[in-house]
């Protein structure tokens, strides 16, 4: 017999050993994976969507001239109306020349009728609606701060080089460098851009100007209408099943279709509701109720099955000891099981709330893949009004032809991750701050 | 309890909803994508220089807009179908049948059909003979049907680059390819005598029959991977390219307007396709667009004539106007386009 150390490992100890060896290799190699898709995946959509949040803006002073603007000088503002974002943008080019012969920057080969094609179209309605709401301001130069157009605003994030707007017949070189000598004027300059959160969707003609503002209001409603909905609802047929209900087939066939339902494909709930709220009862199309009625069917089984659960995981020991001490079973419910369960009726509500927030599918169905530029009313009537929803403008801008829609549409993607993340660690709060253990 | 509360609460909402429902103020507008750009730039102005809220505007295709349009007549319905291709008879039974008797058809401009490659790659002179005889799927050879085999653009046409075949082509469902087919495989299959050979070689029972079974063989595209159906949008078709320098792409005149500074656009017979030499009808591949117009509309959803005059007027699909500068192809009979839509003329039985 041969004699074998302790210390030696014998073949059969050193293969187990290799293979567990092989196991945590496997298994850290599919961590590295993931995260690396991860991380490419942000790197991808920061780079391309940081730049949405910062914008090219051109300011200078605006003559506001009676002549052109108040052609019957009784400054009636329906007369003053007839002088369409046309005119205006004219005023606004005569007075960008004016100014920039001030500052001693020669136009060079750029025409001024080139001039306009620098400047946002989004600028002569703003300044139009300005002027209408205070004729007042008519006959006096205001200082104004516009948007550049979007080959200017891309050539300042890298999107347009000398070299491709040479080929381009929306801009020039020459645009390009007397954007340049406006820059180095104080004229033109890059700063932070609050509206693409709060302006509405924009034309394929002018990019710069698209915001989100009626998607995140558009998709705010609908939340409200799920979290109204779906949370009385879903807690409320939880709270029979888990507690009143009799166990029979009956019952076991609904825990089962809950189950399902819970699984079946989002689009189908989008057909559903084409068919019901707007084909059967009436609804408009594009409204933020029907998108919500659609997304609280959807998120129903999603907040019935963490509630139940949450329900399952109060001891019997609570119920038994409010029913010993008289109280009925509605009383055992809401004064003890409820409050106890509600850390986790809540978490599951949230997280069902930010499934349905980014939800697409079902509202590609119901209009909500619209181009809608006015904001809706306040709410209950605003529910009714045309709205977009975040993850389908998304959806919208990556369909667009114009390229600068490509960082608006990464830019919104982050507004979304970030709104999602935020309902996460709310939901995460809520389970540390109250989680009870027994 | 307010849970209690909460549920009859929510039916009662639910219950008004029909009622504050019935008093749309805005336009509801569907239909095709190719025209959705001219739509919402129409919309934008429209709701910035008028009085009436901005119009709603939807894509979704244009056989999907006119169905929208034929759905029935009331404020839950849409106002206006968009359409890149001409309404079918079977959309006026079905409006018929739905009550939408008055339908006005509104013309307002063509659309370029354009072949592109990659801005560094290699210059194209196409005509839809070699159109044709790169993508079909059976072209001819000494007077039979053969399989087409041609790898390179060269082998079709000695004089086109010697560069391995790669078209991405509009899927079915597009109204692009539509005209794809008539105007350019048709045609080019015509040009190689083709078409008569299908017709001979063809086993029908007719002559309709037989010209019917050669009309689609000449619009069978060969299916080795050389025509690519893109059943997305066009921003695919430039990301493919992106990807396939050496592919060739069919894009619509204002995509490619739009994004110059990455495509080089293929001349068809010699001819640039440009806003001038399609409306002076030089360039082959175009297509009129259309939008449709409830009639029982006007005057019930504000705004409604209005938009369609805002529409026509100068400073939108005229000359120079904003649609032309996107790429819109001005129509020279916008005029009387104009004064139809002003006697709310509807329209007759399609020929």
């Given at each position: 017999m041969t004699r074998v150390s302790l210390f030696a490992q014998d073949a059969r100890t050193k293969s187990r050993n290799a293979a567990e060896k092989r196991f945590r290799a496997y298994g850290l190699s599919a961590i590295v994976v993931a995260l690396l898709a991860l991380v490419w995946l942000l790197v991808s959509i920061f780079g391309n969507g940081l730049p949405a949040f910062r914008q090219t803006f051109i300011s200078f002073p605006v003559t506001l001239d009676a002549a052109v603007l108040d052609k019957a000088g009784n400054r009636n503002v329906a007369e003053m109306a007839k002088t369409t974002t046309i005119g205006y943008a004219k005023l606004l080019a005569t007075s960008l020349e004016a100014e920039l012969a001030a500052k001693g920057i020669d136009l060079g080969e750029v025409k001024s009728k080139d001039l306009t094609k620098m400047i946002s179209e989004e600028s002569p309605a703003t300044l139009r609606n300005r002027v209408l709401a205070?004729?007042?301001?008519?006959g006096q130069t205001v200082q104004v701060s516009v948007l550049a157009s979007g080959r200017i605003d891309g050539y300042y994030k890298g999107r347009v080089s000398m070299e491709s707007a040479a080929k381009d017949k929306n801009t020039s070189p020459e645009q390009l460098a007397l954007a340049d000598q406006m820059q180095s004027a104080g004229v033109l300059s890059m700063q932070l851009n609050p509206g693409f959160l709060t302006m509405p969707d924009a034309s394929d003609k002018r990019p710069e100007a698209a915001g989100l503002g009626v998607a995140i209001i558009g998709s705010l409603y609908m939340m409200v209408v799920v979290l109204v909905l779906a949370l009385p609802i879903g807690v409320a047929a939880s709270v029979y099943l888990e507690e009143f209900a009799p166990k029979n087939k009956f019952t076991d066939l609904i825990e089962v279709n809950i189950a399902n339902l819970a699984a079946v494909p989002s689009i189908v709930y989008g057909i559903l509701g084409l068919a019901i709220?707007?084909?059967?009862?009436g609804l408009p199309q594009s409204a933020p109720i029907v998108g919500g009625l659609v997304l609280t069917l959807m998120t129903l089984p999603r907040i019935i099955i963490p509630t139940r659960a949450a329900l399952k995981a109060v001891p019997p020991s609570i119920r038994d000891a409010a029913l010993g001490v008289g109280a009925s079973r509605l009383q055992t419910v809401t004064h003890h099981v409820l409050p106890l369960a509600m850390p986790g009726i809540l978490t599951g509500t949230i997280i069902g709330l930010a499934q349905a927030l980014g939800e697409t599918a079902p509202l590609l169905l119901i209009g909500m893949v619209a181009f809608v530029r006015d904001f809706p009313g306040a709410p209950p009537e605003g529910l009714f009004d045309p709205a977009a929803a975040l993850p389908v403008q998304i959806y919208n801008w990556t369909q667009r032809g114009d390229p600068g829609f490509v960082e608006r549409a990464s830019g919104a993607i982050i507004v979304l991750l970030v709104f999602l993340i935020a309902m996460n660690a709310i939901a995460i709060y809520f389970r540390r701050k109250f989680e009870r253990r027994w | 309890m307010s849970l209690i509360k909460l549920i009859p609460s929510t039916v009662a909402i639910l219950a008004a909803s029909t009622v504050i429902a019935s008093a749309r103020d805005q336009l509801q507008i569907a239909g095709s994508s190719t025209v959705l750009p001219y739509a919402t730039i129409v919309a934008e102005a429209f709701g910035e220089n008028t009085d009436f809220n901005t119009p709603v505007v939807e894509g979704g295709g244009s056989g999907a807009g006119r169905k929208k349009l034929c759905?029935?007549?009331?404020?839950?319905?849409?106002d206006i179908a968009n359409s890149s291709s001409r309404i079918k008879q079977s959309d006026i039974d079905l409006c018929n049948t739905n009550g939408v008797t008055e339908i006005m058809e509104v013309r307002f401009g063509y659309d370029g059909i354009v072949f592109a490659s990659d801005i560094n790659g290699a210059d194209f002179a196409l005509t839809p003979k070699d159109v044709w005889g790169a993508l079909a799927a059976e072209v001819v050879k000494d007077g039979a049907a053969v399989a087409n085999t041609a790898k390179t653009w060269a082998d079709v046409?000695?004089?086109?680059?010697a560069q391995a075949i790669m078209a991405f082509v509009p899927g079915t469902k597009h109204g692009t390819r539509e005209v794809f087919d008539e105007k350019v495989l048709t045609e080019g299959c015509k040009e190689a005598g083709a078409y008569d050979i299908f017709v001979a070689a063809s086993t029908g029972a007719d002559d309709d029959a037989k010209k019917k079974e050669a009309g689609a063989k000449c619009m069978a595209l060969r299916t080795d991977g050389a025509s690519i159906d893109i059943d997305g949008d066009y921003t695919e078709t430039l990301s493919r390219i992106d990807a396939n320098k050496m592919a060739v792409g069919v894009f619509g005149l204002s995509f490619y307007e739009n994004n110059t500074d990455k495509l080089k656009v293929a001349t068809i017979n010699g001819i640039v396709p440009t806003v001038e030499t399609i409306s002076a009808g030089d360039y082959p591949v175009s297509r009129p667009l259309f939008f449709y117009v409830k009639k029982a509309h006007i005057g019930v959803i504000p705004g409604l004539k209005e938009y369609v005059e805002f529409f026509l007027s100068d400073d939108m699909a005229g000359e120079g106007g904003a649609l032309a500068d996107y790429g819109l192809v001005p129509d020279p009979e916008l005029a009387a386009t104009r004064e139809a839509v002003a006697a709310e003329t509807p329209m007759g039985a399609l020929e």
């Open positions: 205070d004729p007042s301001l008519i709220f707007i084909n059967f009862a | 759905e029935g007549v009331g404020e839950a319905t849409i046409n000695a004089s086109l680059p």
